[in-house]
């Protein structure tokens, strides 16, 4: 459930923030205590939860996915396939999302845009590494945190 976090840039994903309905069976609840941690200079990027001894974003490579499947007690195809399809959805639905939220409101469109540019990113990083690819050089330095002023 973490690989759902990584996007957005939730570091703080932790136990307590899983929940489970009952309703005629059990069922994961809808997920509550979201935000982007790593838009924020002062809250670490850091993960509450590590993967597969991963702590940050930029630790993970190709040879975290199996580790993380292992540990899990999952097929490592598996988990990989799962943290792709994830990272496409994620990045398959930032653009409408975006829009939808400018327009529905005041919010500002040029940090939209970055936090935008920020999931997009993050959830090239994860596909890519899911896909047993390592990330360039350079795609793997970009920026991925900037401080945001208070006054805005």
Same mark, same amino acid.
């Given at each position: 459930?973490?690989?759902?976090?990584?996007?957005?840039?939730?570091?703080?994903?932790?136990?307590?923030?899983?929940?489970?309905?009952?309703?005629?069976g059990w069922h994961l609840a809808p997920f509550y205590d979201l935000l982007s941690t790593v838009a924020y200079q002062d809250l670490s990027p850091t993960f509450?939860?590590?993967?597969?001894?991963?702590? /940050?974003?930029?630790?993970? *490579?190709? @040879?975290?996915?199996?580790?993380?499947? =292992?540990?899990i007690g999952m097929a490592a195809p598996y988990v990989r396939g799962r943290v792709r399809a994830l990272a496409n959805a994620a990045r398959e639905h930032?653009?409408?999302?975006? /829009?939808?939220?400018?327009? *529905?409101? @005041?919010?500002?469109?040029?940090?939209? =845009?970055?936090?935008?540019?920020?999931?997009?990113?993050r959830a090239e990083l994860l596909a890519t590494t899911a896909s047993g690819e390592t990330p360039s050089?350079?795609?793997?330095?970009r920026p991925l945190r900037r401080r945001i002023r208070a006054d805005k």
């Amino acid at each position: 459930m973490t690989s759902r976090h990584q996007p957005i840039g939730n570091a703080d994903a932790h136990g307590k923030n899983f929940s489970l309905l009952y309703d005629d069976g059990w069922h994961l609840a809808p997920f509550y205590d979201l935000l982007s941690t790593v838009a924020y200079q002062d809250l670490s990027p850091t993960f509450a939860m590590k993967i597969a001894g991963c702590g /940050t974003l930029d630790e993970i *490579a190709p @040879a975290t996915w199996p580790k993380f499947a =292992r540990d899990i007690g999952m097929a490592a195809p598996y988990v990989r396939g799962r943290v792709r399809a994830l990272a496409n959805a994620a990045r398959e639905h930032v653009e409408r999302v975006a /829009t939808d939220l400018l327009n *529905a409101s @005041a919010l500002d469109s040029r940090e939209t =845009r970055r936090f935008v540019d920020l999931i997009t990113k993050r959830a090239e990083l994860l596909a890519t590494t899911a896909s047993g690819e390592t990330p360039s050089l350079a795609f793997s330095r970009r920026p991925l945190r900037r401080r945001i002023r208070a006054d805005k």
